[in-house]
């Protein structure tokens, strides 16, 4: 077989595999472009101080932004061990294309990163550890979203077929750029009034990962539509759309919770409200129409506010500014 015909003849799932890895010259180009700006992104828990937080917790945060800040850790912590896990009991094992899979255990690699980063915050913030970790078990709305969550990842692990695994990108879009975000919004309101800022640095690093990941499994689905068009019927579309709306409702829910009658100034209307926009964002990169339309984003600041920005945290000293930061358009 000519090195042509062996390229063009790889496919995401279900392709030839002779686990050689000869991985150049790439069929997928776009898992080698996302896989170097993962490397680009490299950072470590251990890099960001939490000192001036810790005093913060003990010292002058409130009863009720404790709760609110145990219950997103609590939540977020669970979600990436569970993600490490769906990556690569269930979504690698099917995987044929040599870069693709390259760029999966990297990000394997990270949720393990990001695992470890919320044990670090745990364990400096928390009198009692274990009560973060095993929240779930005294939050009933906790354990009904960690249940959602491992449902859906076990699907694929039950019952392969192209079809469920094509479904199973979509949930993982849902997962990368859906659930976290309640939790995401609670450290960043809090942030922005001067509480628990050095913790927000440590969130502004994973939630540029879990940013890259999104587009690693948009990625995929758009490769999926390519090779294997015959899946994406009115009724893969309309399950799509049935999925989104689930865990749309499921993170609002989550996130009207850890709110509660509202901090500092923020509502549950407003959480629901940025989580109903960000759903319509996710719909429409894969080619869905928006689920609420007409919904405005109440915290548009987040965005910006979300940024990574090396100049100010400064951790990576030898690294020239240019060198972090996406290098990819995405849209
Ligand atoms: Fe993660
Ligand atoms: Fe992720």
Redesign the pocket.
């Known amino acids: 077989m000519s090195s042509a015909a062996r390229v063009n003849a790889r496919r995401l799932i279900e392709g030839p595999s002779d686990k050689l890895m000869a991985v150049t010259p790439l069929k997928h180009k776009w898992a080698w472009e996302i896989l170097e700006v993962m490397e680009q992104n490299t950072w470590f828990p251990h890099d960001v101080r939490l000192g001036n937080d810790k005093l913060f917790y003990q010292t002058r945060l409130t009863d009720q932004k404790k709760e609110a800040f145990d219950g997103a850790l609590a939540f977020l912590s669970n979600?990436?061990g569970l993600?490490l896990h769906n990556i690569t009991d269930n979504i690698v094992p099917h995987v044929t294309s040599p870069e693709v899979r390259m760029c999966l255990t990297r990000q394997a690699w990270?949720?393990a990163v990001?695992v470890k980063s919320y044990s670090t915050g745990i364990e400096e913030f928390s009198v009692d550890p274990m009560q973060v970790y095993t929240r779930f078990e005294r939050d009933g709305v906790l354990a009904a979203k960690n249940a959602h969550v491992m449902r859906q990842s076990a699907i694929l692990g039950e019952s392969y077929s192209a079809r469920n695994f094509t479904m199973a990108l979509v949930a993982n879009v849902a997962l990368e750029g859906i659930y976290f975000y309640s939790g995401f919004l609670i450290f960043y309101i809090l942030a922005k009034a001067g509480e628990m800022v050095q913790w927000s640095d440590m969130i502004r690093y994973?939630q540029r990962?879990?940013e890259t990941?999104l587009r690693l499994f948009e990625h995929m689905l758009a490769t999926q539509k390519e090779e294997r068009p015959e899946l994406f019927n009115a009724k893969f579309y309309d399950d799509a759309l049935v999925l989104l709306d689930e865990s749309c409702k499921l993170e609002s829910n989550w996130g009207r919770h850890l709110i509660g009658k509202g901090i500092l100034g923020y509502t549950p209307q407003m959480v629901d409200a940025y989580i109903k926009t960000l759903t319509n964002k996710r719909a429409k990169k894969i080619g869905l129409p928006e689920l609420y339309p007409g919904v405005v984003n109440p915290v548009s600041w987040v965005e910006t506010f979300s940024e990574v920005n090396d100049n100010k945290i400064n951790f990576f000293e030898a690294k020239p500014a240019a060198y972090s930061v996406g290098a990819l358009d995405w849209d």
Request: charged letters at 50%; a negative charge; glycine letters at 0%.
């Open positions: 979600l990436d993600q990270e949720e990001h994973i990962d879990e990941h």
